[in-house]
């Protein structure tokens, strides 16, 4: 078992940061690529970005690529996601997810791949 659990959520206006925190316990973190997805009401579960086991491989979404960053630290057990020049469509729940079964560059965008998902963290951003 893998337990996740997110923080850093929180009230921003349009045009500001966040940086959410994914801290992990149970087995190897590094045996896990990471994913952060988020759900807006009414709306279905969405791909945000995935990095591999030791960080070296990295995708995201459109809708975020070139203002969100996702990163690692493998010694604190910790996933990142740097979020900025926000926008009122980020609003949403984020989770993080761990997958297991890849190798060293292994990512997924699919949150059918993931095994264990955190309990979430709202981000609301105000116009």
Not at 79 to 99: G, H, I
Request: glycine share 14%; charged share 15%; aromatic share 12%.
């Amino acid at each position: 078992q893998v337990q996740l659990v997110e923080s850093g959520g929180g009230l921003v206006q349009t045009g500001g940061s966040l940086r959410l925190s994914c801290a992990a316990s149970g087995r190897t973190f590094s045996n896990y690529a990471m994913g952060w997805f988020r759900q807006a009401p009414g709306k279905e579960r969405e791909f945000v970005a995935t990095i591999s086991r030791v960080g070296r491989t990295t995708r995201y979404a459109d809708s975020v690529n070139g203002r969100f960053t996702i990163s690692r630290d493998n010694a604190k057990n910790t996933v990142y996601l740097q979020m900025n020049s926000l926008k009122p469509e980020d609003t949403a729940v984020y989770y993080c997810a761990a997958a297991g079964g890849g190798g060293f560059s292994y990512t997924a965008r699919n949150h059918g791949d993931y095994d264990y998902w955190g309990q979430g963290t709202q981000v609301t951003v105000s116009s």
